[in-house]
T-cell receptor, first 114, second 110 residues
Framework: DGGITQSPKYLFRKEGQNVTLSCEQNLNHDAMYWYRQDPGQGLRLIYYSQIVNDFQKGDIAEGYSVSREKKESFPLTVTSAQKNPTAFYLC?????????????FGPGTRLTVT | DAKTTQPPSMDCAEGRAANLPCNHSTISGNEYVYWYRQIHSQGPQYIIH???NNETNEMASLIITEDRKSSTLILPHATLRDTAVYYCIVGVGATNKLIFGTGTLLAVQP
């Protein structure tokens, strides 16, 4: 089945540690995205990538880093510089390009930092 | 990007049509209207999008006013599984950047 995989579903870390969230897609999509969602809030864009080896900051990129070495993979690292890392993280992908296309979302990773 | 305004919550009886309104009075000529929904603790799911014309697919219908300042998502026969937060978003197609607000929590009642 084609889709987006995020792992793990739940992740616990101690404050001060970097943590990397995995996102893999087998939809052959060019564009990939990372969003953050806090309780009762909408999604906020962290980073997005429209093509391999290229990515742009979203609205809340501080304290996060990404890489896009392969078309199917877009890992997100939450660094110790992120002041409030506990949140629900969602990865998405789309065909991209200049036309309008829907975004397909993964099931999300719930990160808790204590 | 233009902003949208949605009611925070709505109720709908099972089997009846659910009409979810959205205001986007500052929408630009090249911005599309998208609707997504998010069932609790899951990733959002695309429903439908449109530019000027009304659109219909197997999930819903999208009615956009002639001046494009507002739209309505219609679920023709709501079921309990349609209980979710519904997001109305406007975005420019070239970048695919979508800005999600807080949406409308639709509660379908038995």
């Amino acid at each position: 089945d084609g889709g987006i995989t995020q792992s793990p579903k739940y992740l616990f870390r101690k404050e001060g540690q970097n943590v990397t969230l995995s996102c893999e897609q087998n939809l052959n999509h060019d564009a990939m995205y990372w969003y953050r969602q806090d309780p009762g809030q909408g999604l906020r864009l962290i980073y997005y990538s429209q093509i391999v080896n290229d990515f742009q900051k979203g609205d809340i990129a501080e304290g996060y880093s990404v890489s896009r070495e392969k078309k199917e993979s877009f890992p997100l690292t939450v660094t110790s510089a992120q002041k409030n890392p506990t949140a629900f993280y969602l990865c998405a992908s789309s065909i991209g390009g200049l036309a309008v296309y829907e975004q397909y979302f993964g099931p999300g990773t719930r990160l808790t930092v204590t | 990007d233009a902003k949208t305004t949605q009611p925070p919550s709505m109720d709908c009886a099972e089997g009846r049509a659910a009409n979810l309104p959205c205001n986007h009075s500052t929408i630009s000529g090249n911005e599309y209207v998208y609707w997504y929904r998010q069932i609790h603790s899951q990733g959002p799911q695309y429903i439908i999008h449109g530019l000027k014309n009304n659109e219909t697919n197997e999930m819903a219908s999208l009615i956009i006013t002639e001046d494009r300042k507002s739209s309505t998502l219609i679920l023709p026969h709501a079921t309990l599984r349609d209980t979710a937060v519904y997001y109305c978003i406007v975005g420019v197609g070239a970048t695919n950047k979508l800005i999600f607000g807080t949406g409308t929590l639709l509660a379908v009642q038995p």
